[in-house]
Protein backbone atom coordinates (compact mmCIF):
# COMPACT_ATOMS: atom_id res chain seq x y z
CA UNK A 1 0.00 0.00 0.00
CA UNK A 2 0.85 3.39 -1.06
CA UNK A 3 1.49 5.86 1.83
CA UNK A 4 1.36 9.72 2.11
CA UNK A 5 4.56 10.99 2.28
CA UNK A 6 5.66 12.85 5.90
CA UNK A 7 5.58 16.65 5.34
CA UNK A 8 8.21 18.04 7.52
CA UNK A 9 8.69 21.72 7.94
CA UNK A 10 12.20 22.29 10.04
CA UNK A 11 15.55 21.71 9.37
CA UNK A 12 16.11 19.86 12.72
CA UNK A 13 13.43 18.06 12.18
CA UNK A 14 14.18 16.33 8.71
CA UNK A 15 17.73 15.43 9.99
CA UNK A 16 16.23 13.97 12.72
CA UNK A 17 14.17 12.04 10.56
CA UNK A 18 16.24 10.69 8.21
CA UNK A 19 19.00 10.35 10.48
CA UNK A 20 16.36 7.99 12.43
CA UNK A 21 15.42 5.94 9.20
CA UNK A 22 19.20 5.51 8.23
CA UNK A 23 19.62 4.36 11.52
CA UNK A 24 23.11 2.21 10.93
CA UNK A 25 21.66 1.26 7.38
CA UNK A 26 23.89 2.33 4.59
CA UNK A 27 20.24 3.99 3.12
CA UNK A 28 20.77 5.90 -0.27
CA UNK A 29 18.88 9.08 -0.23
CA UNK A 30 17.80 11.41 -2.98
CA UNK A 31 16.73 14.88 -2.52
CA UNK A 32 14.48 16.62 -5.54
CA UNK A 33 14.43 20.09 -4.69
CA UNK A 34 11.44 22.12 -6.49
CA UNK A 35 8.86 24.90 -6.03
CA UNK A 36 5.69 23.10 -6.21
CA UNK A 37 3.34 23.38 -8.62
CA UNK A 38 4.42 20.51 -9.34
CA UNK A 39 3.90 18.48 -13.21
CA UNK A 40 5.24 15.18 -14.81
CA UNK A 41 9.01 16.95 -15.24
CA UNK A 42 9.27 17.08 -11.11
CA UNK A 43 7.35 13.78 -11.10
CA UNK A 44 10.36 12.65 -13.57
CA UNK A 45 13.10 13.32 -11.53
CA UNK A 46 11.10 11.73 -8.11
CA UNK A 47 10.62 8.72 -10.05
CA UNK A 48 14.43 8.71 -10.77
CA UNK A 49 14.93 9.14 -7.31
CA UNK A 50 12.55 6.52 -6.12
CA UNK A 51 14.22 3.94 -8.48
CA UNK A 52 18.03 4.59 -7.40
CA UNK A 53 17.48 5.47 -3.63
CA UNK A 54 16.47 4.06 -0.59
CA UNK A 55 14.83 6.96 0.47
CA UNK A 56 13.01 9.75 -1.52
CA UNK A 57 12.82 13.32 -0.34
CA UNK A 58 11.14 16.04 -2.02
CA UNK A 59 11.74 19.59 -1.44
CA UNK A 60 9.00 22.23 -2.41
CA UNK A 61 10.11 26.04 -1.38
CA UNK A 62 9.53 28.96 -3.42
CA UNK A 63 13.20 30.73 -2.84
CA UNK A 64 12.30 34.30 -2.83
CA UNK A 65 16.24 35.13 -2.80
CA UNK A 66 15.88 34.01 -6.78
CA UNK A 67 13.20 36.53 -7.75
CA UNK A 68 14.20 39.43 -8.89
CA UNK A 69 12.27 42.36 -7.88
CA UNK A 70 9.27 42.31 -10.80
CA UNK A 71 9.00 38.66 -11.18
CA UNK A 72 6.53 36.52 -10.60
CA UNK A 73 7.50 35.49 -6.74
CA UNK A 74 3.58 36.78 -5.70
CA UNK A 75 1.84 35.14 -8.14
CA UNK A 76 4.07 32.34 -8.51
CA UNK A 77 1.98 29.40 -8.35
CA UNK A 78 1.29 27.49 -4.95
CA UNK A 79 -0.55 23.92 -4.73
CA UNK A 80 0.46 22.09 -1.79
CA UNK A 81 -2.69 19.78 -1.71
CA UNK A 82 -2.16 18.70 -5.27
CA UNK A 83 1.72 18.33 -4.93
CA UNK A 84 1.44 16.06 -2.27
CA UNK A 85 -1.07 14.16 -3.82
CA UNK A 86 1.56 13.64 -6.91
CA UNK A 87 3.92 12.47 -4.64
CA UNK A 88 1.82 10.45 -2.72
CA UNK A 89 1.08 8.13 -6.16
CA UNK A 90 4.64 7.82 -6.47
CA UNK A 91 5.66 6.88 -3.08
CA UNK A 92 7.91 9.66 -2.17
CA UNK A 93 8.74 8.78 1.60
CA UNK A 94 9.68 12.44 2.69
CA UNK A 95 8.50 15.82 1.84
CA UNK A 96 10.50 19.19 3.09
CA UNK A 97 8.07 21.71 2.78
CA UNK A 98 9.97 24.85 5.31
CA UNK A 99 8.79 28.30 5.91
CA UNK A 100 10.74 31.11 4.68
CA UNK A 101 11.43 32.21 8.34
CA UNK A 102 12.89 28.60 8.46
CA UNK A 103 15.60 29.28 5.15
CA UNK A 104 15.67 32.69 5.92
CA UNK A 105 15.64 33.70 9.59
CA UNK A 106 16.18 36.81 10.43
CA UNK A 107 19.75 38.27 10.83
CA UNK A 108 21.04 35.56 8.33
CA UNK A 109 22.54 37.04 5.35
CA UNK A 110 25.31 34.47 4.12
CA UNK A 111 25.35 33.92 0.53
CA UNK A 112 26.97 31.89 -1.91
CA UNK A 113 28.72 33.75 -5.16
CA UNK A 114 27.83 31.43 -7.79
CA UNK A 115 30.91 30.17 -10.22
CA UNK A 116 31.67 32.30 -13.27
CA UNK A 117 29.39 30.54 -15.92
CA UNK A 118 26.46 32.04 -13.95
CA UNK A 119 27.25 35.30 -15.34
CA UNK A 120 26.36 34.13 -18.55
CA UNK A 121 23.04 33.50 -20.53
CA UNK A 122 20.50 33.39 -17.74
CA UNK A 123 22.59 35.83 -15.65
CA UNK A 124 22.83 38.50 -18.26
CA UNK A 125 19.35 38.86 -17.83
CA UNK A 126 18.61 38.03 -13.96
CA UNK A 127 21.64 39.07 -12.08
CA UNK A 128 21.05 37.93 -9.01
CA UNK A 129 19.26 34.76 -9.65
CA UNK A 130 21.91 32.18 -9.73
CA UNK A 131 22.83 33.49 -6.35
CA UNK A 132 19.46 33.35 -4.79
CA UNK A 133 19.61 29.13 -6.17
CA UNK A 134 23.04 28.37 -5.37
CA UNK A 135 22.33 29.72 -1.50
CA UNK A 136 19.16 28.18 -1.49
CA UNK A 137 20.67 24.58 -2.78
CA UNK A 138 23.09 24.75 -0.49
CA UNK A 139 21.08 25.24 2.40
CA UNK A 140 18.84 22.50 1.09
CA UNK A 141 21.54 20.08 0.63
CA UNK A 142 23.04 20.87 4.01
CA UNK A 143 19.90 20.03 5.91
CA UNK A 144 19.00 17.05 4.39
CA UNK A 145 22.62 15.99 3.40
CA UNK A 146 21.28 13.40 0.56
CA UNK A 147 23.31 11.21 -1.21
CA UNK A 148 22.69 12.06 -4.38
CA UNK A 149 20.52 14.79 -5.50
CA UNK A 150 18.34 15.19 -9.03
CA UNK A 151 18.17 18.30 -11.14
CA UNK A 152 16.55 18.96 -14.68
CA UNK A 153 18.30 19.23 -17.96
CA UNK A 154 15.06 21.86 -18.64
CA UNK A 155 16.81 24.41 -16.42
CA UNK A 156 20.36 23.42 -18.32
CA UNK A 157 22.52 26.38 -16.77
CA UNK A 158 21.00 26.01 -13.73
CA UNK A 159 22.44 22.42 -13.65
CA UNK A 160 25.74 22.97 -15.11
CA UNK A 161 25.95 26.12 -11.92
CA UNK A 162 25.04 23.49 -9.44
CA UNK A 163 27.49 20.73 -10.81
CA UNK A 164 30.63 23.61 -10.45
CA UNK A 165 29.44 24.71 -7.23
CA UNK A 166 29.10 21.03 -5.63
CA UNK A 167 32.37 21.26 -6.81
CA UNK A 168 34.10 23.80 -6.15
CA UNK A 169 32.90 23.71 -2.56
CA UNK A 170 33.46 19.95 -2.01
CA UNK A 171 29.59 19.36 -1.40
CA UNK A 172 29.41 15.68 -0.84
CA UNK A 173 26.50 14.68 -3.06
CA UNK A 174 26.21 13.46 -6.43
CA UNK A 175 24.10 15.39 -8.73
CA UNK A 176 22.13 13.81 -11.37
CA UNK A 177 20.90 15.65 -14.19
CA UNK A 178 17.31 14.45 -15.93
CA UNK A 179 16.01 14.81 -19.25
CA UNK A 180 13.54 17.27 -20.32
CA UNK A 181 10.01 16.22 -19.95
CA UNK A 182 7.46 17.89 -22.37
CA UNK A 183 3.68 17.54 -23.68
CA UNK A 184 2.77 15.68 -26.87
CA UNK A 185 2.91 18.74 -28.41
CA UNK A 186 6.73 19.28 -27.51
CA UNK A 187 6.38 21.99 -24.93
CA UNK A 188 8.64 21.19 -22.31
CA UNK A 189 6.50 21.07 -18.94
CA UNK A 190 6.93 24.62 -16.74
CA UNK A 191 5.11 25.69 -13.84
CA UNK A 192 4.43 28.82 -15.98
CA UNK A 193 3.07 27.23 -18.83
CA UNK A 194 0.12 27.96 -16.53
CA UNK A 195 -0.04 31.66 -16.99
CA UNK A 196 -0.31 30.89 -21.16
CA UNK A 197 -3.43 32.01 -22.98
CA UNK A 198 -4.07 29.52 -25.69
CA UNK A 199 -2.89 31.87 -28.22
CA UNK A 200 0.26 31.94 -26.42
CA UNK A 201 0.72 28.61 -26.25
CA UNK A 202 0.36 27.97 -29.21
CA UNK A 203 3.45 30.90 -29.96
CA UNK A 204 5.35 29.14 -26.95
CA UNK A 205 5.72 26.04 -29.59
CA UNK A 206 7.73 28.06 -31.44
CA UNK A 207 10.72 27.58 -28.38
CA UNK A 208 10.66 23.72 -29.35
CA UNK A 209 10.47 23.63 -32.67
CA UNK A 210 13.43 26.16 -33.12
CA UNK A 211 15.39 24.14 -31.29
CA UNK A 212 14.46 21.24 -33.47
CA UNK A 213 15.06 23.01 -36.34
CA UNK A 214 18.63 24.29 -35.62
CA UNK A 215 19.14 20.86 -34.99
CA UNK A 216 18.12 19.69 -38.56
CA UNK A 217 20.64 22.80 -39.74
CA UNK A 218 23.58 21.16 -38.28
CA UNK A 219 22.92 17.83 -38.38
CA UNK A 220 22.91 18.90 -42.37
CA UNK A 221 26.41 20.82 -42.06
CA UNK A 222 25.82 24.11 -40.87
CA UNK A 223 28.70 25.52 -38.74
CA UNK A 224 28.45 29.18 -38.81
CA UNK A 225 27.43 29.37 -34.84
CA UNK A 226 26.04 33.16 -35.14
CA UNK A 227 24.41 32.36 -38.76
CA UNK A 228 22.21 29.92 -36.91
CA UNK A 229 21.74 32.06 -34.07
CA UNK A 230 20.23 35.12 -35.47
CA UNK A 231 18.22 32.31 -37.77
CA UNK A 232 16.91 30.95 -34.34
CA UNK A 233 16.33 34.73 -33.20
CA UNK A 234 14.14 35.40 -36.47
CA UNK A 235 11.96 32.52 -36.04
CA UNK A 236 10.72 33.37 -32.75
CA UNK A 237 9.77 36.41 -33.34
CA UNK A 238 8.45 35.32 -36.80
CA UNK A 239 6.29 33.00 -34.49
CA UNK A 240 4.97 35.74 -32.72
CA UNK A 241 7.17 35.61 -29.29
CA UNK A 242 6.93 39.43 -27.61
CA UNK A 243 10.92 39.47 -27.02
CA UNK A 244 13.77 37.38 -27.29
CA UNK A 245 16.34 37.31 -24.13
CA UNK A 246 19.01 34.65 -25.92
CA UNK A 247 18.99 32.39 -28.81
CA UNK A 248 22.32 30.91 -28.45
CA UNK A 249 24.06 28.14 -29.53
CA UNK A 250 26.90 26.68 -26.63
CA UNK A 251 29.37 24.93 -25.28
CA UNK A 252 27.51 22.37 -22.99
CA UNK A 253 30.18 22.46 -20.17
CA UNK A 254 31.77 26.04 -20.44
CA UNK A 255 28.51 27.50 -21.67
CA UNK A 256 30.43 29.84 -23.94
CA UNK A 257 28.83 30.76 -27.37
CA UNK A 258 29.68 28.63 -30.09
CA UNK A 259 31.34 31.04 -33.21
CA UNK A 260 31.90 27.76 -35.02
CA UNK A 261 29.50 25.01 -34.39
CA UNK A 262 31.77 21.50 -34.35
CA UNK A 263 31.41 19.19 -31.36
CA UNK A 264 28.60 18.80 -29.18
CA UNK A 265 26.66 21.95 -28.73
CA UNK A 266 23.68 22.91 -26.51
CA UNK A 267 20.85 25.38 -27.94
CA UNK A 268 19.30 27.67 -25.57
CA UNK A 269 16.40 29.80 -25.69
CA UNK A 270 15.03 32.23 -22.96
CA UNK A 271 12.22 34.36 -24.77
CA UNK A 272 8.83 36.30 -23.44
CA UNK A 273 5.36 34.89 -24.47
CA UNK A 274 3.13 38.20 -23.34
CA UNK A 275 4.25 38.36 -19.64
CA UNK A 276 5.27 35.11 -19.43
CA UNK A 277 9.21 34.12 -19.84
CA UNK A 278 10.24 30.28 -21.26
CA UNK A 279 12.84 28.79 -21.65
CA UNK A 280 14.13 26.03 -23.28
CA UNK A 281 17.33 23.91 -24.82
CA UNK A 282 18.24 21.03 -26.50
CA UNK A 283 21.53 19.06 -26.73
CA UNK A 284 22.96 18.90 -29.84
CA UNK A 285 25.68 15.54 -30.58
P1 LIG B 1 11.32 24.24 -10.27
O1 LIG B 1 10.21 23.80 -9.39
O2 LIG B 1 10.89 24.97 -11.48
O3 LIG B 1 12.42 24.93 -9.49
O4 LIG B 1 11.99 22.90 -10.82
C1 LIG B 1 12.48 21.92 -9.96
C2 LIG B 1 13.30 20.94 -10.75
O5 LIG B 1 12.49 20.33 -11.75
C3 LIG B 1 14.48 21.61 -11.49
O6 LIG B 1 15.63 20.79 -11.37
C4 LIG B 1 13.99 21.67 -12.90
O7 LIG B 1 15.01 21.67 -13.87
C5 LIG B 1 13.15 20.41 -12.99
N1 LIG B 1 12.18 20.52 -14.08
C6 LIG B 1 11.29 21.52 -14.28
N2 LIG B 1 10.61 21.32 -15.43
C7 LIG B 1 11.09 20.18 -15.97
C8 LIG B 1 10.82 19.43 -17.16
N3 LIG B 1 9.90 19.84 -18.04
N4 LIG B 1 11.52 18.30 -17.39
C9 LIG B 1 12.47 17.89 -16.51
N5 LIG B 1 12.78 18.53 -15.38
C10 LIG B 1 12.11 19.66 -15.11
Known amino acids: M ?14 KEIQTRRGSKQLRVGLVPTMGALHEGHLSLARQAKEHCDLTVVSIFVNPTQFAPGE ?8 LEKDLAMLEAIGVDLVFHPGSEEMYPAGCSTTVVPPSLATLLEGEFRTTHFAGVCTIVLKLLNAVQPDVAYFGQKDFQQAAVIKTMVADLNVAVEVEVCPIVRDDDGLALSSR ?20 HVADEIGGGETDGHLLMAEMRQ ?12 AAICDPVTL ?7 KPAVALIACHVGETRLIDNLLIH
Open 235 to 246: RLIDAGVTSVDY
Open 72 to 79: DLAKYPRT
Open 2 to 15: VQAPVVINGIAAIR
Open 256 to 262: TVLDEVA
Open 193 to 212: NRYLSDEQRAIALSLNRTLQ
